[in-house]
């Protein structure tokens, strides 16, 4: 059956006043020859105003990255890290890795107690929890092999707002309220004080101005010698971080061959490790493809089961085999394997529920930690652009660099601190994800492009911790097997299951009627949850334009193009 679009507005009216999301203020357009789609309307436009000045994708991806670690400082960043998969035109595809990693002075054990338990919030709170940060050397390393306009051109936005002043929104507002606690515990000085806190009040960040200005001067060497890399050290020796000069200037982004695993007459494009996004999201996709999803119909009692299934099985080998492949020896050729993965679903029964194992772990924390951001764009060239940069939670470990006005990750925490124990996102992980100077730390970010019979068809990815991975596979689903527009593919309710908790979580309306009941008597656990990883999407129409869709979960996504 092909999905309902009016069924589908119903549903989504009922669910409106529960999940607190206004679906009708979905930004969504249609745009001829270029699209961007992202988290915050002051980077859109930023990232619109490059490509009309004739900058390509990477150059609007420059300028718009720069933008958020001004206007979004919760997610944005230049304290971060981030995965760039990207398509030219001519069809050649590329990633490049700027995730964080561990200091040389880590440990393997560093968050464990002399009992060997870990210490809870020493990985996801203060100056402990940094990872080195990956975000400028991505950038720079980005403009450099893809970039057109001058570099300098491409950070003065950001320059420009921080010197200048903008508007908080309401939601970074918020944001900001609710962590002033966390601020003053690990600051000697308040970032963003009370007084400009007012709704249209004008906010300007001369430390974040001056930084970003050496960045313009010095592209790499701005952020990781000199002045602001001595800023940062500081920082880290007055809270008893580990970060060094050395492991600055030693910061390398990688480029890698991406993740590609081909659906039907689709191919997908994504992140190989350190992101765990593209395995598991290519896994889920040949495991679901012997099934007549569209026959089962959306969000009923059989496809629920089957995506669910395939969901369990990825989490499973993600938490087991996947860690930075250049410390450990990931198995991507056999975990991509047909065979094997048709085999992975040979126990998969639709008269009983699987069980994941009898290990126990801790609650998913799914309401406020999942501050990564997002962007998609498509340029008039036909380059396309994902991108997911993180500072892991809202502004990271909440150590704002003194004198420096930019927030430090807290990622270190994506690390499996002790095997089988859930991070803060209810991952558990073991030897392939430990602790070791210089590794990266295991993500679920997911930036993915998608094919259609060989030519572009769309760019999507999402911020929402373990549930990205699982947004991408139903947003994907959605469009390519319910024939959903693709602004009605990105909002509609999502559900999740990643092994570890063994449960279901679905927001408010996922499931059609029965479905839950119908479920739970074969032995399946549920848990309501408010939201999950909001999408960021373009996609190519038949005609050729670009439909960008923005996610009604985060008020301020947006879209913009020509
Ligand atoms: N920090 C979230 C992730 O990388 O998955």
């Given at each position: 059956?092909?999905?309902?679009?009016?069924?589908?507005?119903?549903?989504?009216?009922?669910?409106?006043?529960?999940?607190?999301?206004?679906?009708?203020?979905?930004?969504?357009?249609?745009?001829?020859?270029?699209?961007?789609?992202?988290?915050?309307?002051?980077?859109?436009?930023?990232?619109?105003?490059?490509?009309?000045?004739?900058?390509?994708?990477?150059?609007?991806?420059?300028?718009?990255?720069?933008?958020?670690?001004?206007?979004?400082?919760?997610?944005?960043?230049?304290?971060?890290?981030?995965?760039?998969?990207?398509?030219?035109?001519?069809?050649?595809?590329?990633?490049?890795?700027?995730?964080?990693?561990?200091?040389?002075?880590?440990?393997?054990?560093?968050?464990?107690?002399?009992?060997?338990?870990?210490?809870?919030?020493?990985?996801?709170?203060?100056?402990?929890?940094?990872?080195?940060?990956?975000?400028?050397?991505?950038?720079?390393?980005?403009?450099?092999?893809?970039?057109?306009?001058?570099?300098?051109?491409?950070?003065?936005?950001?320059?420009?707002?921080?010197?200048?002043?903008?508007?908080?929104?309401?939601?970074?507002?918020?944001?900001?309220?609710?962590?002033?606690?966390?601020?003053?515990?690990?600051?000697?000085?308040?970032?963003?004080?009370?007084?400009?806190?007012?709704?249209?009040?004008?906010v300007k960040q001369p430390d974040l101005a001056a930084t970003l200005s050496r960045i313009r001067d010095l592209g790499h060497d701005g952020f990781y010698t000199g002045e602001t890399a001595d800023l940062i050290v500081t920082e880290m020796e007055s809270g008893g971080?580990?970060?060094?000069?050395?492991?600055?200037?030693?910061?390398?982004?990688?480029?890698?061959?991406?993740?590609?695993?081909?659906y039907r007459n689709y191919r997908l494009i994504s992140m190989p490790p350190s992101s765990s996004g593209g395995l598991a999201l290519a896994q889920m996709a040949k495991m679901l493809e012997p099934y007549p999803l569209e026959e089962y119909g959306f969000q009923r009692?059989?496809?629920?089961?089957?995506?669910?299934?395939?969901?369990?099985?990825?989490?499973?080998?993600?938490?087991?085999?996947?860690?930075?492949?250049?410390?450990?020896?990931?198995?991507?050729?056999?975990?991509?394997?047909?065979?094997?993965?048709?085999?992975?679903?040979?126990?998969?029964?639709?008269?009983?529920?699987?069980?994941?194992?009898?290990?126990?772990?801790?609650?998913?924390?799914?309401?406020?930690?999942?501050?990564?951001?997002?962007?998609?764009?498509?340029?008039?060239?036909?380059?396309?652009?994902?991108?997911?940069?993180?500072?892991?939670?809202?502004?990271?470990?909440?150590?704002?660099?003194?004198?420096?006005?930019?927030?430090?990750?807290?990622?270190?925490?994506?690390?499996?601190?002790?095997?089988?124990?859930?991070?803060?996102?209810?991952?558990?992980?073991?030897?392939?994800?430990a602790i070791q100077p210089g590794k990266r730390m295991l993500s679920s970010m997911t930036p993915t492009i998608v094919e259609k019979d060989g030519e572009l068809f769309m760019v999507l990815g999402a911020p929402g911790g373990s549930t990205i991975i699982t947004a991408?596979?139903?947003?994907?689903?959605?469009?390519?097997?319910?024939?959903?527009?693709?602004?009605?593919?990105?909002?509609?309710?999502?559900?999740?299951?990643?092994?570890?908790?063994?449960?279901?979580?679905?927001?408010?309306?996922?499931?059609?009627?029965?479905?839950?009941?119908?479920?739970?008597?074969?032995?399946?656990?549920?848990?309501?949850?408010?939201?999950?990883?909001?999408?960021?999407?373009?996609?190519?129409?038949?005609?050729?334009?670009?439909?960008?869709?923005?996610?009604?979960?985060?008020?301020?996504?947006?879209?913009?193009?020509?």
């Amino acid at each position: 059956m092909k999905y309902l679009p009016l069924l589908f507005c119903l549903s989504i009216l009922a669910c409106r006043e529960e999940l607190k999301v206004d679906y009708e203020a979905q930004k969504a357009s249609v745009f001829p020859q270029a699209a961007i789609a992202g988290p915050h309307p002051l980077a859109t436009q930023t990232g619109l105003e490059v490509l009309r000045r004739g900058g390509n994708a990477i150059d609007a991806a420059v300028a718009m990255q720069l933008t958020m670690a001004v206007v979004f400082p919760r997610a944005g960043n230049i304290g971060g890290g981030g995965f760039l998969v990207y398509r030219a035109a001519d069809g050649e595809t590329l990633s490049l890795d700027y995730r964080e990693t561990a200091p040389s002075a880590a440990k393997r054990d560093m968050y464990l107690d002399t009992a060997g338990n870990v210490t809870e919030g020493l990985s996801t709170r203060g100056h402990l929890a940094v990872g080195v940060p990956g975000t400028v050397a991505g950038i720079v390393a980005m403009h450099e092999r893809l970039g057109s306009l001058p570099w300098a051109e491409l950070v003065q936005p950001a320059i420009d707002f921080a010197e200048n002043g903008y508007r908080l929104s309401e939601s970074e507002i918020d944001r900001i309220k609710r962590y002033h606690a966390d601020f003053t515990e690990f600051n000697d000085f308040t970032p963003f004080s009370d007084s400009t806190l007012g709704v249209g009040a004008q906010v300007k960040q001369p430390d974040l101005a001056a930084t970003l200005s050496r960045i313009r001067d010095l592209g790499h060497d701005g952020f990781y010698t000199g002045e602001t890399a001595d800023l940062i050290v500081t920082e880290m020796e007055s809270g008893g971080g580990l970060i060094t000069h050395e492991d600055l200037s030693a910061y390398e982004p990688k480029w890698k061959e991406p993740i590609t695993k081909a659906y039907r007459n689709y191919r997908l494009i994504s992140m190989p490790p350190s992101s765990s996004g593209g395995l598991a999201l290519a896994q889920m996709a040949k495991m679901l493809e012997p099934y007549p999803l569209e026959e089962y119909g959306f969000q009923r009692v059989r496809s629920v089961q089957v995506i669910a299934e395939a969901m369990r099985r990825a989490y499973a080998d993600r938490a087991e085999y996947l860690g930075d492949a250049d410390f450990y020896p990931v198995p991507v050729d056999s975990l991509l394997n047909d065979a094997y993965l048709l085999e992975r679903m040979a126990d998969y029964r639709t008269d009983s529920a699987g069980t994941s194992t009898d290990i126990t772990a801790g609650q998913v924390a799914m309401k406020e930690n999942f501050e990564t951001t997002h962007i998609s764009i498509v340029d008039s060239l036909g380059n396309a652009v994902s991108i997911t940069t993180t500072l892991n939670g809202n502004f990271g470990s909440k150590v704002m660099v003194d004198g420096g006005g930019f927030f430090l990750n807290n990622e270190m925490d994506d690390f499996s601190a002790k095997p089988g124990v859930p991070n803060m996102f209810g991952l558990v992980g073991k030897e392939a994800n430990a602790i070791q100077p210089g590794k990266r730390m295991l993500s679920s970010m997911t930036p993915t492009i998608v094919e259609k019979d060989g030519e572009l068809f769309m760019v999507l990815g999402a911020p929402g911790g373990s549930t990205i991975i699982t947004a991408v596979l139903q947003t994907f689903l959605n469009v390519a097997e319910y024939g959903m527009p693709l602004p009605e593919a990105v909002a509609a309710p999502r559900f999740h299951h990643q092994w570890l908790p063994d449960e279901i979580l679905y927001e408010p309306d996922a499931l059609a009627d029965g479905v839950l009941d119908s479920l739970e008597a074969l032995g399946y656990q549920f848990r309501e949850v408010n939201s999950m990883a909001v999408i960021k999407a373009v996609q190519v129409l038949p005609d050729g334009s670009l439909q960008a869709a923005a996610d009604p979960r985060n008020p301020d996504d947006d879209v913009e193009g020509y």
